[in-house]
């Protein structure tokens, strides 16, 4: 079974430093690996799409590697912010179904201190 | 604007009773999903659908029932055969299956 692990669960950062994100994943064999932003209280906004062929995408601050063969993915996050406090998911599309269920680590809550 | 919506926000559910939660998207979507997520553990997948008239059991649909009657819509019911459904419940949709899935904001159920 498929294991999607997050750590550290939770981390805190003064502004302007850059963030470091892990997610790491039991089985190598996935569609495509997914990073979400949660604010509190709310719905997942979906940050970047890496898919199983690719090895990192970027979208301005952010940039997710994805490295298979050791079941590991990274969010990068330059010049961190406050307003990107926040809790960030990392979820695995898996093959094993039809379909792209995804499988979702627990989070990494991020506080970025003025 | 596009989006999907979830109703209500906050709900409470007496001992015995079924609730329902509302999803609606305007998206276009074919694809719909609900998930439950439960404080420091991430999103567990309830039910799906992959087009109108269909749907499946997801990881933990015990004491869940949906509907996908229309297009738009995807209510789940939190029967009282689900013993702790204190949780925060997520829909999101895709556009067809293997693709990104848009979230709601959720809803809170708490037990009264």
């Known amino acids: 079974k498929q294991e999607v692990t997050q750590i550290p669960a939770a981390l805190s950062v003064p502004e302007g430093e850059n963030l470091v994100l892990n997610c790491s994943f039991t089985d190598s064999a996935i569609y495509n690996l997914q990073w979400f932003r949660q604010d509190p209280g709310k719905g997942l906004t979906s940050l970047l799409l890496i898919q199983s062929s690719q090895r990192e995408q970027t979208s301005g601050r952010l940039n997710a590697s994805l490295d298979k063969s050791s079941g590991r993915s990274t969010l990068y996050i330059a010049a961190s912010q406050p307003g990107d406090s926040a809790t960030y998911l990392c979820a695995v599309g898996l093959t094993t179904d039809s379909w792209g269920k995804l499988q979702f680590g627990a989070g990494t809550q991020v506080v970025v201190t003025p | 604007d596009g989006g999907i919506t979830q109703s209500p926000k906050y709900l409470f559910r007496k001992e015995g009773q079924n609730v329902t939660l509302s999803c609606e998207q305007n998206?276009?979507?074919?694809?719909m999903y609900w998930y439950r997520q439960d404080p420091g553990q991430g999103l567990r997948l309830i039910y799906y659908s992959q087009i109108v008239n269909d749907f499946q059991k997801g990881d933990i649909a015990e004491g869940y029932s949906v509907s996908r009657e229309k297009k738009e819509s995807f209510p789940l019911t939190v029967t009282s055969a689900q013993k702790n459904p204190t949780a925060f419940y997520l829909c999101a949709s895709s556009i067809a299956v293997n693709q990104p899935q848009h979230f709601g904001d959720g809803t809170r159920l708490s037990i009264l």
């Open positions: 998206l276009n979507h074919d694809a």
